[in-house]
């Protein structure tokens, strides 16, 4: 059973940065696997914004967030990090990490249908950037 832990979540002025932590626990941030980010917003759809694939670290974005969102994974700490720069009021949502297999072999794919392709999904930490 895979369990995804989130942190970091807060309030920021725009502008400002925020960086969330996910542990993932049960191997699943070896080889062979993806893991990413997911938010809603109020009132919003659910939303891909990045993800990673653990076979060699390339890591995807949305293009909401491409440019000021950066992904990045520590093995040792069983940990991935979403660092958030320049952040917008309209990145105000519940950010998720999540797990899956890559559906088709493709990690990328995950940013796609409101990221619906994942397996499991964390409790979820709120981020809120105030204008």
């Known amino acids: 059973q895979v369990q995804l832990v989130e942190s970091g979540g807060g309030s920021v002025q725009a502008g400002g940065s925020l960086t969330l932590s996910c542990t993932v626990s049960?191997?699943?941030?070896?080889?062979?696997?993806?893991l990413g980010w997911v938010r809603q917003g109020p009132g919003k759809e659910r939303e891909g914004v990045a993800v990673?694939?653990?076979?060699?670290?390339?890591?995807y974005y949305a293009d909401s967030v491409k440019g000021r969102f950066s992904l990045s994974r520590d093995n040792t700490k069983n940990t991935v990090y979403l660092q958030m720069n320049s952040l917008r009021p309209e990145d105000t949502a519940t950010y998720y990490c999540a797990a899956g297999p890559p559906p088709g072999g493709y990690c990328s794919r995950l940013l796609l249908s409101g990221a619906s392709e994942y397996v499991y999904r964390g409790q979820g930490t709120q981020v809120t950037v105030s204008s």
């Open positions: 049960g191997g699943y941030i070896y080889g062979g696997n993806c």
């Open positions: 990673i694939a653990t076979t060699d670290s390339t890591t």
